[in-house]
């Protein structure tokens, strides 16, 4: 069966490479992201310095860290929760975010700092209620004024796979909880 076309034309193929700007961080995407949005509320654009996040969404099983080992820094949100946002402990260039937890099921990469960014495009531009006057959108893609619902805006097969991400988590967090558990013998 044909892979889901995310992108428009001829897209690249999976692995996508990415890291940060001095080397020292390089990480890849072992699969086509489950979503790709621009999100413009002004939470984004303050932590971004841009006038929006471009993220693409990725199960945590189909990202992979190649080279070194980022320095997670914690950043609230406007919801009132906290994100964690992966950095290089070097150059500080921050390359995805992990929410809620360090055990969240998707990683949010942001796509600048994917070696080809331009072969992921946004699906969907979100909170587009404080998006810059200035910033024109194209008639085709989709526009929420705030959030969205992923189970109407995702395509069915990103679904599962993050049912079955979330699947696989819970039942590492499971073992890894009997393991901690487990009575140690005395001698
Ligand atoms: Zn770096
Ligand atoms: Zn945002």
């Given at each position: 069966m044909p892979k889901t076309r995310l992108t428009a034309a001829d897209p690249p193929k999976p692995p996508f490479d990415g890291g940060c700007a001095c080397g020292q961080?390089?990480?890849?995407?072992?699969?086509?992201?489950?979503?790709?949005?621009?999100?413009?509320?002004?939470?984004?654009?303050?932590?971004?310095?841009?006038?929006?996040?471009?993220?693409a969404m990725i199960e945590y099983t189909n990202f992979q860290i190649t080279t070194g080992e980022p320095s997670y820094v914690l950043v609230p949100t406007d919801s009132g929760g906290k994100h964690w946002v992966a950095r290089c402990p070097q150059c500080h260039t921050a390359m995805w975010n992990?929410?809620?937890?360090?055990?969240?099921?998707?990683?949010?990469?942001?796509?600048?700092?994917?070696?080809?960014?331009?072969?992921?495009?946004?699906?969907?531009?979100?909170?587009v209620r404080s998006k810059q006057a200035w910033i024109l959108l194209d008639e085709s893609t989709p526009k929420f004024r705030g959030y969205y619902d992923a189970a109407k805006a995702w395509p069915a097969e990103s679904l599962a796979r993050y049912d079955a991400a979330k699947k696989l988590r819970a039942q590492e967090t499971k073992s890894a909880g009997a393991k901690a558990k487990k009575p140690t013998v005395k001698r």
């Open positions: 961080v390089r990480y890849h995407l072992l699969d086509h992201p489950l979503f790709v949005h621009c999100c413009h509320c002004t939470r984004c654009q303050r932590e971004t310095g841009t006038p929006f996040a471009h993220h992990e929410h809620g937890t360090r055990k969240a099921i998707t990683r949010y990469v942001r796509v600048g700092t994917l070696d080809e960014p331009g072969a992921l495009p946004p699906l969907a531009h979100i909170f």
